[in-house]
């Protein structure tokens, strides 16, 4: 298991813009990297995830609707930390944020790690 820690969640006004972090504790550059959110009453939503990559500039990344050409996920092999990079919020982008790794074999429903979350909330 790779233990995961989120940093960056916050309270911030629609249109604003945060940065959440993940540092594993262990290498994962060879894992698929995402971020999960939850909010009260819903579902969980994966919301983005990138592939394993060595220089990551042209990373393969993926995104739910609802967040693409606002997130951006990212992921520094070198601090070994994984980001999610987040504009024009809305305050239904309001929720519990969770970084997750899985092996490449694998799918997300046996996630490798999962992070305590971090909440973000955004405000009208």
């Known amino acids: 298991q790779v233990q995961l820690v989120e940093s960056g969640g916050g309270l911030v006004q629609a249109g604003g813009s945060l940065r959440l972090s993940c540092a594993p504790s262990?290498?994962?550059?060879?894992?698929?990297m995402g971020w999960f959110r939850q909010a009260p009453g819903k579902e969980q939503e994966l919301v983005a995830y990138?592939?394993?990559?060595?220089?990551?500039?042209?990373?393969?990344?993926h995104y739910t609707d609802s967040v693409k050409g606002r997130f951006t996920i990212s992921r520094d092999n070198a601090k070994n930390t994984v980001y999610l990079q987040m504009h024009s919020l809305r305050p239904e982008d309001t929720a519990v944020y969770y970084c997750?790794?899985?092996?490449?074999?694998?799918?997300?429903?046996?996630?490798?790690?999962w992070g305590q979350g971090t909440q973000v909330t955004v405000s009208s």
């Open positions: 262990g290498r994962t550059f060879s894992y698929v």
């Open positions: 990138i592939e394993p990559c060595i220089a990551c500039i042209n990373a393969n990344t």
């Open positions: 997750a790794a899985r092996r490449v074999d694998t799918g997300w429903s046996n996630p490798a790690g």
